[in-house]
């Protein structure tokens, strides 16, 4: 084989691999189940149980319900990526070393989300949702590092969307006054879309799907009517996606949340907190079929979420609340331009109005907040780049509820 047929058969290989890993990390967990959780930075989502979206944070949770509810809204995404710095070494290709034009990509994304829970009798509630809790876009100009001197820096850039679909069914138990337990099946329907290109040279176009079958356990400790507990856990499964003959086999991460809601004696004030931990080491190798490589491994370590909120119930009609959290990035050394990502804050309000007694609008605002991550990527030893990312976002969500 000469030097060019294998020079361009690692470099596939290599970008199919940066592509998939891409793919996933596209992949990060969104927060982003309602408006309601929105408007408090999700603080308390798994025990509150404020409306029926509580199902997807923690099925016991719904046995807190004296009847049965619905809930629907949608949650609106807009990400600024700043991709800065940029230098690229094309010397394998006929160029050279050579600074490379910034990047601003910006994208909108709605998220939507809809639950019913079924209060059987006191003891048992059955749930049914349909939510997110994986998705992100980024999409590159195809002029990036495009001129005589860096051709093919838009095999780093491209375009990678990622998007998952949950559909939930969960089931909740009260087994005393303090004590109710919870579960259910989650079905995630995951697509991704990949570019890469080359130069002018496409190299790289994937239109991938596939469908995995994952579970949740929760549980819920209430103390006295004012203060309680939830504790929940969920297993999410690897997604086998497929584009033709291609399958790609990725492991999303598993999730365990513990949230609580203490109401503040002779007050309308009720302080709520959670602790989400994100399993993202058990993402660690990519499996491959029928394609140039078998696998890769990565080095992407374990995620945590902090929240603190607070809720104020102005009146019979009103509600506000207000939350921070600050959340663990889950790439460690290995970094991307595609998916930038780093620990993040979020400030976050919202406000409730009830209205005709059983009906109530939600409506959430967050600003999400990145740091500046320095990037260094290369195709197996070949084509190195250099960069600094930045990723902020806007969130903003609506919800309606019924209660029945």
Excluded at 8 to 19: D, F, G, N, R, V
Excluded at 258 to 265: A, P, Q, R, T
């Amino acid at each position: 084989m000469n030097k060019k047929r294998l020079f361009s058969k690692t470099l596939l290989a290599a970008t199919i691999t940066l592509a998939t890993q891409q793919a996933t990390a596209a992949g990060f967990q969104l927060n982003a189940q309602s408006a309601t959780g929105l408007g408090r930075a999700f603080a308390g989502d798994a025990v509150i149980a404020d409306n029926a979206s509580v199902m997807a944070r923690n099925a016991a949770a719904m046995a807190l319900f004296d009847s049965s509810q619905f809930s629907g809204g949608v949650n609106y995404i807009k990400t600024d990526i700043d991709v800065t710095d940029v230098s690229y070494d094309s010397s394998a290709l006929g160029g050279g070393v050579a600074p490379v034009d910034s990047a601003n990509n910006s994208s909108g994304t709605p998220v939507p989300n809809i639950y019913y829970v079924h209060r059987l009798n006191e003891q048992w509630a059955f749930g049914a949702g349909i939510y997110s809790n994986f998705g992100t876009s980024n999409e590159f100009d195809d002029s990036f590092g495009t001129s005589p001197t860096t051709p093919g820096a838009n095999v780093y850039g491209g375009t990678t969307e990622i998007k998952s679909i949950n559909y939930a069914l969960t089931a909740s138990f009260r087994v005393n006054e303090q004590f109710s337990l919870g579960g259910g099946i989650d079905i995630i329907q995951g697509s991704g879309k990949l570019k890469r290109d080359l130069g002018t040279t496409p190299i790289l176009d994937i239109d991938a799907s596939g469908v995995g079958v994952g579970f949740n356990l929760g549980g819920v400790y209430e103390l006295n009517e004012g203060n309680r507990f939830g504790l929940s856990y969920h297993y999410s499964p690897e997604i086998e996606a497929e584009d033709g003959n291609q399958k790609v086999t990725l492991p999303l991460p598993d999730m365990i949340e513990f949230s609580g809601y203490h109401e503040i004696k002779d007050t309308k004030f009720a302080v709520h907190y959670s602790v989400q931990y994100i399993g993202w080491s058990d993402f660690d190798q990519i499996e491959f079929t029928n394609a140039a490589i078998t696998e890769k491994e990565y080095n992407w370590q374990n995620g945590m979420h902090y929240s603190i909120g607070g809720t104020y119930f102005l009146n019979d009609a009103w509600t506000l609340r207000a939350g921070y959290m600050y959340d663990t990035a889950a790439q460690d050394k290995d970094t991307s331009i595609s998916v930038p990502d780093s620990d993040r804050q979020w400030l976050s309000a919202g406000v409730s109005y009830h209205f005709q007694k059983k009906h109530t609008v939600d409506f959430g605002f967050t600003y999400l907040m990145g740091d500046d991550v320095k990037v260094e990527e290369d195709t197996g030893g070949i084509l190195p780049l250099t960069a600094t990312t930045h990723a902020d976002a806007i969130l903003a969500g609506v919800q309606y509820s019924y209660s029945f």
